[in-house]
């Protein structure tokens, strides 16, 4: 089991900046990719961007130069840096802790989810 306590969120004007904190508990799992997701009314949700332990991160094109993820292993917190904010990212904004292992020689994946928090971009 894994636990995730997010920060951050609000409401910003467009073209405004926001951060957002995750901070995640111990597990058991020897290999972790922590990420944020988001969902809009209406819409199903989506990746944001995802950092993994040695730092390897994928952006969703539409936050691509505007927003950084970063990670510190130490302090077991993944921060995300949103810039440049548009109203299309109103969200709510979930993290997301993906842990790994290998089964006969494959890949397992289990998700941990936060409870979500609002970001509104007003314009």
């Known amino acids: 089991q894994v636990q995730l306590v997010e920060s951050g969120g609000g409401l910003v004007q467009a073209g405004g900046s926001l951060k957002l904190s995750c901070a995640f508990s111990e597990s058991t799992f020897s290999v972790n990719v922590v990420g944020w997701y988001r969902q809009a009314p209406g819409h199903e949700r989506e990746l944001v961007a995802t950092v993994s332990m040695s730092n390897e991160i994928t952006y969703a094109d539409s936050v691509k130069g505007r927003f950084t993820i970063s990670r510190d292993n130490a302090k077991k917190t993944v921060i995300l840096e949103m810039n440049s904010l548009k109203p299309e990212d109103t969200a709510v904004y979930y993290c997301?802790?993906?842990?790994?292992?290998?089964?006969?020689?494959?890949?397992?994946?289990?998700?941990?989810w936060g409870q979500g928090t609002q970001v509104t971009v007003s314009s």
């Open positions: 997301n802790y993906r842990g790994i292992w290998y089964s006969e020689l494959r890949p397992r994946s289990e998700d941990y």
